[in-house]
């Protein structure tokens, strides 16, 4: 019985040394049989490089691996940011030459394994991974872009007064990409072949938080009424004095600890009895100037932008020395402004055109300011004679071209009445 025993085993160790001499005869024939071509079973991000020489795996390189790869994309990110770079833009590609040596390596590398591979022992395939090239130029610019979208320029806290209400403003931290980690990011996934998305690391500078205490104490003031005094000469000294504000500091504190940016806060605000409004209802009472134009109110249109117009500048208050100006009061001539379509002169012709008639308030307006002794600082003629004033004596204007502008040269405020009565436009300066 233990003859037998014996026997079988001497069988089996027979067998197992002639298996082993056959795989390693395969495998030394395979290595011979090969000259420089990729062994069965290696594959090189889905392309299967068996059995295929140098030209064979650029050509399966170039045609399969290489568009598949610039499809790739890379996503940097910071928060709610993002920038997404295509392997296509940054020439992303593999080294023929790199990807040849490897399969060739990974194929030879283990003979006893390549040999039951081609025997059909074993089916698994090798997948070999090289590293991405790429353009250096093209990743800084990359970087350079990701960079730009998550900076943010820093802003201090500050406050302004709109009505009734404080509205102050958080401080806007900087953030500034660390350019230097960020590339090194990038080329890491480059090496490693991977498409994972990359955070932008960043330095963030935070800003000084909001001074409630010093605002309060830096808009905190009692009401103070306007002045009006009157000189020997009658040139009357003017103050339109100021609003008084405060507010409830608790409750402002209560209010900036909620989130939110800007901040509203409610103002207690004391409005002073005298007033620009009551002052320019004393002072203007004496008649500077005035000029009377006339047109057809059968032109609907023109008329009534004669209306509009003449209201822009209606009650204008003017102080010493300022300057006014026909466009930035009356604003750019639009439907949206309240302005019809209607006849206006240019250097064609009589054409049809938003705000048509608004230059007869202007010339009006003119010839009002001269009789009043205003500084013409800027005034234009027509293309051709118009009919509302005598020649000469007209004053175009078109938005963003030509203005009309004189200066109140007195030393005191004036004002300007405009308005439309039946088919007469009336302008008037007043003074104290």
């Known amino acids: 019985m233990r003859k037998k025993w014996v026997k079988g085993i001497l069988a089996a160790m027979g067998e197992l040394a002639a298996v082993c001499v056959i795989i390693?005869?395969?495998a030394f024939l395979i290595c011979k049989m090969d000259g420089g071509r990729i062994s069965k079973g290696v594959w090189f991000r889905g392309a299967d490089l068996s059995r295929l020489d140098r030209n064979g795996v650029d050509k399966t390189v170039t045609v399969f691996v290489d568009p598949a790869l610039g499809q790739e994309t890379l996503k940097t990110f910071y928060e709610d940011k993002e920038h997404i770079v295509t392997l296509s833009e940054l020439d992303g590609c593999f080294d023929k030459e790199t990807v040849y040596n490897a399969a060739l390596e990974a194929g030879h590398r283990d003979i006893y394994r390549k040999a039951l591979l081609w025997l059909g022992y074993i089916r698994q395939h090798v997948e070999i991974t090289c590293p991405v090239t790429y353009s250096a130029e093209k990743l800084e610019a990359q970087i350079q872009a990701a960079a730009e979208k998550v900076s943010v320029t820093p802003e201090e806290s500050h406050y302004k007064i709109e009505g009734e209400k404080l509205i102050v403003y958080r401080a806007v931290n900087e953030v500034e990409a660390e350019e230097a980690a960020l590339r090194a990011l990038f080329q890491s996934r480059l090496l490693e072949v991977s498409f994972e998305g990359i955070p932008i690391p960043c330095k963030i500078v935070e800003g000084k938080p909001i001074d409630l205490d010093g605002i309060y104490q830096a808009i905190k003031r009692p009401v103070r009424d306007g002045l009006l005094s009157k000189q020997a000469d009658r040139r009357p000294v003017t103050d339109k004095g100021d609003n008084g504000y405060d507010m409830d500091l608790e409750q402002a504190k209560e209010i900036e600890r909620q989130k939110g940016n800007p901040v509203e806060i409610p103002l207690k605000v004391t409005y002073p009895r005298i007033n620009m409004g009551t002052i320019e209802g004393e002072l203007c009472i004496d008649l500077l100037g005035r000029y009377e134009s006339k047109f057809k109110t059968s032109d609907v249109p023109r008329t009534g932008n004669l209306k509009v117009a003449s209201g822009k500048i209606d009650a204008k208050l003017?102080?010493?020395?300022?300057?006014?100006?026909?466009?930035?009061?009356?604003?750019?001539?639009?439907?949206?402004?309240?302005?019809?379509?209607?006849?206006?002169?240019?250097?064609?012709?009589i054409e049809k055109g938003i705000g048509g008639g608004s230059c007869q308030v202007s010339s009006t307006l003119y010839n009002a300011a001269e009789s009043a002794g205003m500084q013409i600082i800027e005034r234009h003629n027509h293309s051709r004679r118009v009919e509302y004033v005598p020649k000469g004596k007209d004053a175009a204007t078109s938005y963003g071209t030509i203005d009309l502008r004189f200066k109140n040269t007195q030393s005191h405020p004036v004002k300007i009445n405009a308005g439309v009565d039946n088919n007469s436009l009336t302008i008037q300066i007043l003074a104290a």
């Open 24 to 26: 390693t005869l395969a």
């Open 318 to 349: 003017l102080l010493p020395g300022e300057i006014f100006s026909f466009n930035e009061t009356v604003g750019k001539r639009t439907v949206e402004a309240g302005f019809d379509t209607a006849y206006v002169y240019t250097a064609k012709g």
